[in-house]
């Protein structure tokens, strides 16, 4: 079976630090652009962060850039999002998804929840961050 699954949320107090896991089944990630996004209650669905194939090539929504750090791990067919310094404001059910990409666009960075209609989402992991 072909699928994502994210893990690693949970409720932290604020300034804590979380560590999200969005694993693959079925497939291989390495020909594969990432992105995280996410939906807090009442809100639209957001990016927060994409990652091109191949991982040098990174983008971060202004309100995660220096505390979220998105890696990939081709070896471990994982992707990762580091989230520190955590606020009430990043309470959100946080998702993954990937999209296979031809080799010619192996640096692209895919923000748009719509580039990936044909390929893979998780059905996310919760973060609440409260006192």
């Known amino acids: 079976q072909l699928q994502l699954r994210e893990s690693g949320g949970g409720l932290v107090q604020p300034g804590g630090s979380l560590s999200l896991s969005c694993a693959a089944s079925g497939f291989t990630l390495n020909n594969h652009g990432i992105a995280w996004f996410r939906q807090a209650p009442g809100k639209e669905r957001e990016g927060v962060s994409c990652i091109s194939p191949d991982g040098r090539n990174v983008w971060y929504v202004d309100s995660v850039t220096g505390r979220f750090t998105a890696s990939r791990d081709n070896a471990k067919n994982a992707v990762f999002l580091q989230m520190n310094n955590l606020r009430p404001e990043d309470t959100a059910v946080y998702y993954c998804?990937?999209?296979?990409?031809?080799?010619?666009?192996?640096?692209?960075?895919?923000?748009?929840?719509?580039?990936?209609?044909?390929?893979?989402w998780g059905k996310g992991t919760t973060v609440t961050v409260s006192s």
């Open positions: 998804a990937a999209v296979k990409l031809p080799p010619e666009f192996r640096n692209i960075c895919l923000r748009a929840s719509d580039s990936f209609d044909t390929g893979y």
